[in-house]
């Protein structure tokens, strides 16, 4: 009888514990947002959001490093990073957050759904439009998950988002001092509309004093 329910089943929901093909063998836990292991009848294997798998993600991110490519190429410098903040979430009252929306071009980019998270776009030394995705975000914290809900973490990130690298969230400031101030890179900043005045002030406090570029929209 299941298996005759399991095959009037369109196809994009057959997937059963068990037969979850490549690295979503390793994906067996919750990382706070659905997955095809947590949630089969969302999300078909591949799929980070429904209906939207890891490679169409990555083919948006191409999309983006080709537009500068056409549009800036020889204007600026020769190196750029494009930094995508991640919404924070908002309170009514001390203890009482509001329904949290994630900043849509974060979703669109690479669907990741946290709080307080910064996706980066870097042009490899080749220059745009190769580049490579690094996604910082809030590390795993046991205390914090048992009242706010459970966190990624940069160990799984990387295999489900299907970005280059990731890192917590902390080491953005110093990444961006270290790294790319005074380095001759072009930083693209929606710095008008910022949707995280904390990501703001670490985007600012690690670029101000340096001699990148800022190009704000």
Known sequence: MITGLVRRLPKR???????????????????????????????????????????????????L????????????????????????????????????????????????????????????????????????LQPKDPFHELWNGVRCGPETAVEHFGVDEAYEISHLKHDLQTKYASTGYSVWYDSHDSVNDKIHSEIYDGLMTSKSDIVSK
């Open 13 to 63: 929901f057959r997937v059963l514990s068990g037969f979850l093909p490549g690295y979503y063998k390793h994906i067996s836990v919750d990382i706070g947002q659905p997955t095809p292991y947590t949630h089969p009848n969302l999300l078909a294997c591949g799929e980070v959001t429904p209906c939207i798998s890891r490679e169409e993600f990555a083919n948006r991110r191409s999309r």
């Open 65 to 136: 490093a080709e537009e500068l490519y056409k549009t800036h190429q020889g204007m600026t410098n020769s190196r750029h990073i494009v930094l995508i903040a991640g919404a924070s979430i908002r309170y009514m009252s001390n203890d009482i957050p509001y329904k949290f929306h994630q900043n849509p071009n974060m979703i669109y980019l690479c669907g990741f759904l946290e709080p307080d998270s910064v996706l980066m776009l870097e042009s490899t030394s080749k220059g745009l439009p190769d580049h490579k995705a690094i996604l910082y």
